[in-house]
């Protein structure tokens, strides 16, 4: 009867140290995977320079909030103070302030036209959104303090706006049926730009009541999203893009999404959203909905998830190779081992080049099948069968049809994912349960 001393020396280095060596393999190509990761996300990189180029020269992702009634005033209070001799004395005091009133109901219909930017290899999509804008108010102005003396300035309309630049042809306002002129500006009581309407003057204790109605068209990149600063809102979008994605505070009420684009609704009150209390306090944050113009397939996300499965090729494909020299009784070179790690690793780079020049499905079945050409007719010298070859590239071809799924399918990539390597360590594990690993390492 052998003892394990006896075994250790006969099958069981030679085992150990191939075992070791392919582990190193692996090892350093972890190296050319992670370089290949980093291109990746250099080439994220410039696509984000791609559109922050073209909103320096268009105009930026929009945010729009308004109207806003300011009515801006100053109090002017008796102080009384001392002078030297201490004496008291009364000075007046004047104190600039204003008052934020919010529309009882606004109404927003809104289309938004898409279209596309190139920059260099990288699209980048564009929105002109053509909308009217309704809203009443109803108000009445507070009365004279009780103490003091209040002047009420001249109050104004006020529509704040990320980026004018992106404003199409001139506004169109109209206040109880009448034109208004629009100045530039959110009239100065918060940060940012926008426009403003001057109205006529105000005085205590009057009534206001009023509608109006904005007309306008306004270019932004890639994302719009609008602050609900009305009592009662409701908002209407709709575009020709068929892959939109809703975001922000907000969810549509109600949508529709099809090949022809989408429509949404939104219908929301002011006991659901912080958004006047957050502009009564100047934040430069407000709650708001929004709505993204995305591609349905990022390629460099789509790339870079693939990259993550690199290591797990490489694994699957050696412990194939290892199981032929210990079934079949083959040796293979680790320079051989190595190659085909490489093969598999360039696999990720040629995707993501393809990527950028044709659809990602064409550019994954491209890439993919040159890799399992190449591979498959490598193998056959190596294991000295065509047949042998053949098997391995079909195999190969299942490994990455799998990994497509997974890419595809986001939702459901940690599920496919656990059942596929259960069936390949089931595979594994029942087509080696006669093996006598003891003697396969033997010469």
């Known amino acids: 009867m052998s003892t394990l001393p006896e075994l250790l020396s006969s099958s069981g280095p030679r085992l150990a140290f191939k075992a070791f060596v392919i582990g190193f393999l692996m090892l350093l190509l972890l190296i050319p995977l992670a370089l290949i990761h980093?291109?990746?996300?250099?080439?994220?990189?410039?696509?984000?320079?791609?559109?922050?180029?073209?909103?320096?020269?268009?105009?930026?992702?929009?945010?729009?909030?308004?109207?806003?009634l300011v009515l801006p005033y100053v109090d002017e209070v008796q102080v009384e103070e001392k002078d030297a001799?201490?004496?008291?004395?009364?000075?007046?005091?004047?104190?600039?302030?204003?008052?934020?009133?919010?529309?009882?109901?606004l109404s927003i219909d809104g289309k938004l036209v898409p279209a596309v930017r190139k920059r260099g290899l990288h699209e980048v999509r564009v929105y002109e959104l053509q909308s009217q804008l309704q809203a009443r108010f109803e108000l009445r102005v507070p009365p004279a303090p009780a103490k003091g003396t209040r002047h009420y300035g001249q109050p104004y309309l006020s529509f704040a706006i990320?980026?004018?630049?992106?404003?199409?042809?001139?506004p169109v306002l109209t206040v109880a049926g009448r034109r208004q002129a629009l100045a530039q500006g959110n009239g100065g009581h918060r940060k940012g730009g926008g426009l403003h309407a001057v109205l006529a003057r105000v005085d205590h204790g009057q009534a206001l009541a009023f509608d109006l109605q904005l007309r306008s068209v306004l270019g932004g990149t890639?994302?719009?999203?609008?602050?609900?600063?009305?009592?009662?809102?409701?908002?209407?979008?709709?575009?020709?893009?068929?892959?939109?994605?809703?975001?922000?505070r907000f969810l549509p009420r109600s949508r529709r999404i099809d090949a022809n684009g989408f429509q949404a609704r939104w219908d929301l009150s002011a006991l659901a959203a912080g958004t006047?209390?957050?502009?009564?306090q100047g934040s430069d944050a407000v709650d708001a909905l929004s709505v993204s113009l995305v591609d349905p397939v990022n390629v460099?996300?789509?790339?870079?998830?693939?990259?993550?499965?690199?290591?797990?090729?490489?694994?699957?494909?050696?412990?194939?190779?290892?199981?032929?020299?210990?079934?079949?009784g083959l040796r293979i070179h680790p320079l051989q081992y190595a190659l085909v790690g490489l093969a598999l690793a360039i696999f990720f780079l040629l995707l993501l080049g393809l990527s950028e020049h044709l659809a990602f499905g064409l550019a994954y079945l491209l890439a993919s099948v040159a890799c399992i050409g190449l591979l498959g007719a490598y193998v056959s010298a190596v294991l000295r069968s065509p047949r042998r070859g053949l098997a391995f590239a079909g195999a190969l071809g299942l490994l990455y049809a799998a990994l497509y799924g997974l890419l595809v399918s986001e939702d459901n990539a940690l599920l496919l994912g656990a059942l596929m390597l259960f069936a390949i360590l089931a595979a594994l594990m029942l087509s080696?349960?006669?093996?006598?690993?003891?003697r396969a390492g033997s010469p």
């Open 38 to 68: 980093g291109t990746i996300g250099e080439r994220q990189a410039y696509r984000a320079q791609a559109v922050a180029s073209v909103a320096g020269s268009f105009a930026g992702p929009q945010t729009l909030s308004g109207p806003v």
């Open 162 to 170: 990320d980026d004018v630049r992106g404003l199409v042809g001139d």
């Open 222 to 248: 890639e994302s719009l999203a609008i602050a609900p600063v009305g009592d009662s809102n409701e908002i209407r979008l709709a575009s020709a893009w068929p892959h939109p994605q809703f975001a922000g």
């Open 85 to 105: 001799q201490g004496r008291p004395i009364l000075r007046t005091e004047r104190q600039w302030r204003h008052l934020l009133e919010f529309p009882d109901t």
């Open 432 to 438: 080696t349960r006669h093996v006598d690993w003891y």
């Open 300 to 328: 460099y996300s789509q790339a870079d998830r693939a990259s993550k499965y690199g290591l797990l090729f490489v694994l699957l494909t050696f412990v194939g190779f290892f199981m032929f020299e210990l079934v079949k």
């Open 276 to 280: 006047q209390e957050q502009i009564r």
